[in-house]
T-cell receptor
Framework: DGGITQSPKYLFRKEGQNVTLSCEQN?????MYWYRQDPGQGLRLIYY???????QKGDIAEGYSVSREKKESFPLTVTSAQKNPTAFYLC????????????FGQGTRLTVV | KQEVTQIPAALSVPEGENLVLNCSFT??????LQWFRQDPGKGLTSLLL???SQREQTSGRLNASLDKSSGRSTLYIAASQPGDSATYLC?????????WGAGTKLIIKP
């Protein structure tokens, strides 16, 4: 079945560690996105990519990094510079970055321990 | 700067009632508007996409309307069921970016 797969579902990070969240899609979509969701707030855009080997910062990119080496994959690294990383992270894709429908993965819940 | 507001933040109604969820936005220059459903601890499921040239979209018991001039969209749910309990989010696409409301948490009481 076509869709977006995020892994792991739950992730625990120690202080000072970098962790990487996986996002894979088999929808043949060009555009991919990472969002952060905190309780009671709307989703906030971390990074987006319109095409392979290209990505742009969103509203809250500090402390995060991404890569887009393959069309299907858009991993997100939460670095030690991100001071408050505990949140629910959602990956999405759309056919292009225009007015096309966005599809989401099931999310990764990251907790700092 | 585009801002999206969803009111109320939470809503509880008895099973079987028809209900309306509201989404308002400040800039009418949008490409489309999407309604999503989110179950606790889960990702988002796309419910309806309304292009800027459209006035409404229907899927089963759901009907979404769009009035760009007034900056409003509504999601109408007919004959609500306990399985409809979830958080409903709207997002507008403008300048190639999704801008999100904070969501309405809906509880349908059996």
């Amino acid at each position: 079945d076509g869709g977006i797969t995020q892994s792991p579902k739950y992730l625990f990070r120690k202080e000072g560690q970098n962790v990487t969240l996986s996002c894979e899609q088999n929808l043949n979509h060009d555009a991919m996105y990472w969002y952060r969701q905190d309780p009671g707030q709307g989703l906030r855009l971390i990074y987006y990519s319109q095409i392979v080997n290209d990505f742009q910062k969103g509203d809250i990119a500090e402390g995060y990094s991404v890569s887009r080496e393959k069309k299907e994959s858009f991993p997100l690294t939460v670095t030690s510079a991100q001071k408050n990383p505990t949140a629910f992270y959602l990956c999405a894709s759309s056919r292009d970055r225009g007015n096309t429908e966005a599809f989401f993965g099931q999310g990764t819940r990251l907790t700092v321990v | 700067k585009q801002e999206v507001t969803q009111i109320p933040a939470a809503l509880s109604v008895p099973e079987g009632e028809n209900l309306v969820l509201n989404c308002s936005f400040t800039d009418s220059a949008i490409y489309n508007l999407q309604w999503f459903r989110q179950d606790p601890g889960k990702g988002l499921t796309s419910l309806l996409l309304i292009q800027s040239s459209q006035r409404e979209q229907t899927s089963g018991r759901l009907n979404a309307s769009l009035d760009k001039s007034s900056g409003r969209s509504t999601l109408y749910i007919a004959a609500s069921q306990p399985g409809d309990s979830a958080t409903y989010l709207c997002a507008v696409v403008g300048n190639y970016q999704l801008i999100w409301g904070a969501g309405t948490k809906l509880i349908i009481k059996p």
